[in-house]
């Protein structure tokens, strides 16, 4: 492999130099560090202080190279932990090597790709490769990938590769194909849009069990169909799994239970200038998709093969992400109060604008945003004893997981301030969530101030609170922003939970830092507590342990 590294390093860097006229080349480089410290400030349930890990400092590195020249592209990424990656992320992530290359031929009706890409086929419930550093997660597929458009309204992919796990691949072969036809020539549309599309997904994985009541091969097919009339959209998605093991805890995969999957999304709704409404409704049942059937349960988001986000509002404010939903498809019957196959449920979003020059709207106008979710576990009759199985009803709803009321009002006052106000009600079922016990019931209220000096220089002001009858109890937090010109920007936050029931958690999250950007560089440096819980990102979350520590963060491209 380093071989390797250093011959398609060499080659790129002789086209660089002999072909400038003719082809580009660009990349970037990114690193993440933290120097883990000891904090005997920070005390765990049972009242132990935090204690850095083994190795106390650590980063993730990522340098891509890229260079194009006509039709033709190819490049690779390094990947660098040292001297150990960041806490809680894939242990495959280990020492430096070279993590994904490639070479693409893109014409105007073919496109090939040999080596390592990225895909998603329809909404990503069956296919979706893709890298998120922050979560942690690249899921790449190493192989082959053809695109084919042989008619202007017609793409066909087809494709197959295995899954990068680490710095290694899975233990099996993953098959894809994918059509998507616009129909709006064919019937003739002026002012609206029709397509449909087409998916097919297989992972083939051989198993040691002995005499297997599944296949090695395990099939996935989809439909959609999207339509678009002036202000109006709608689309849907059907999904369907054959049968295959249901693992139910990490790593442990029998003949116990032999189950399909199958998935439902629907999304509508209708904007026009000051309005707009979006609703979605998604019903999962044992849609978990591994390239490897033992990776169900891990904490890491390791070889995952579909994107199934959790469908409710993205917070962007520290108290409104303490308890995060998080998408339940999969199948767990682990006693009389904890059984669920997936999950049923929708949000809508409501966004409207009051007018300037109205008695509300004053000279700027103000913006509101309601949003709205429920979900619910599949209603059904479990068999808790062996053999465990379950039949479920497709509409019924069952127990409640989750649900929120958001209101988001932000004004302009004048050339200067602007302020916004948000309030969010919450129902989150910790022990059907999470496996743990409780139910918690929450409000949250958040203010902030935003006052500009210049149009480079401002300063933001954050108070946040969140009540809580269970868990963790009542939180306070506050945040201050200065941005002194349009490169440099200073932070000081402190999330404090003073209503915690043990009085040595009742610890203050305290965070101060700064950034620098000059050109396509920019520069952070950090110190604080990191809050233990979930990190999430569009919807998929990791977990995260309490820490203390300096960070340093460095991007740049070129």
Not at 437 to 450: C, D, I, L, M, Q
């Amino acid at each position: 492999m380093k071989n390797n590294f250093f011959v398609l390093v060499t080659l790129l860097s002789v086209g660089a130099l002999f072909s400038q006229e003719k082809g580009s080349f660009n990349g970037g480089f990114e690193s993440n560090a933290q120097w883990y410290l000891n904090d005997t400030g920070l005390k765990d349930e049972f009242n132990n202080p935090t204690v850095h890990p083994e190795q106390p400092v650590r980063s993730n590195n990522y340098l891509f190279v890229n260079y194009n020249y006509k039709n033709w592209s190819a490049g690779l990424q390094v990947e660098s932990y040292e001297q150990n990656a960041l806490l809680n992320l894939n242990p495959g992530y280990k020492g430096t090597n070279v993590a994904t290359y490639f070479v693409r031929y893109k014409a105007e009706k073919i496109d090939v790709t040999a080596g390592y890409f990225y895909e998603q086929f329809g909404s990503g419930l069956l296919l979706r490769s893709w890298e998120d550093r922050a979560l942690g997660i690249n899921n790449a597929l190493r192989g082959g990938r053809v695109i084919y458009k042989p008619f202007d309204n017609l793409i066909l992919k087809g494709l197959i590769g295995q899954q990068r796990t680490g710095f290694n691949v899975a233990n099996s072969v993953i098959y894809g194909f994918d059509a998507e036809m616009d129909l709006k020539k064919a019937f003739g549309f002026e002012t609206s849009d029709l397509s449909l599309g087409l998916s097919y997904v297989g992972r083939d994985e051989k198993t040691d069990l002995v005499n297997p009541q599944f296949d090695d091969l395990t099939n996935g097919f989809a439909g959609r169909v999207n339509f678009v009339h002036n202000s109006f959209y709608a689309s849907s998605e059907v999904n369907y799994k054959t049968k295959d093991a249901v693992v139910q805890v990490f790593d442990q995969v029998n003949n116990g239970l032999i189950k399909s999957g199958s998935a439902l999304l629907i999304n509508s709704g209708y904007s026009k200038k000051g309005f707009g409404i979006n609703a979605t409704v998604r019903r999962l049942e044992n849609m978990s998709f591994f390239s490897e059937r033992g990776a169900k349960g891990n904490e890491f988001n390791d070889k995952i093969m579909n994107f199934i986000p959790s469908l409710t509002k993205q917070q962007h404010y520290n108290l409104a992400n303490i308890y995060v939903y998080q998408a339940q498809p999969s199948v767990l019957i682990a006693d009389a109060e904890i059984v669920k196959a997936g999950e049923i449920g929708g949000q809508i979003d409501v966004f409207y604008d009051i007018k300037k020059g109205t008695k509300l709207g004053g000279k700027y106008g103000v913006k509101v945003a309601v949003n709205a979710s429920n979900w619910n576990a599949l209603a059904g009759t479990f068999d808790l004893f062996n053999p465990q199985d379950y039949r479920t009803e497709f509409f019924s709803l069952g127990k409640k997981y989750y649900t929120d009321f958001n209101l988001e009002v932000t004004k302009k006052w004048n050339n200067k301030w602007q302020s916004a106000f948000s309030y969010m009600n919450q129902y989150y079922n910790k022990k059907l969530v999470e496996g743990t016990s409780g139910v918690v019931h929450t409000n949250v209220f958040a203010a902030e101030a935003t006052y500009r000096f210049t149009p480079t220089q401002s300063v933001r002001v954050v108070g946040e609170h969140l009540w809580a009858d269970y868990d963790k109890k009542n939180w306070a937090g506050a945040t201050v922003e200065y941005n002194m010109n349009a490169k440099l920007s200073f932070y000081v936050s402190d999330l404090y939970n003073y209503g915690n029931d043990i009085e040595y958690q009742r610890s203050h999250y305290y965070s101060v830092g700064g950034a620098y950007r000059v050109n396509a560089t920019r520069i952070a440096l950090n110190y604080g507590r990191q809050r233990g819980g979930l990190v999430c990102v569009g919807g998929v979350c990791r977990v995260v342990q309490e820490s203390s520590g300096i960070s340093l963060s460095l991007n740049t491209s070129f």
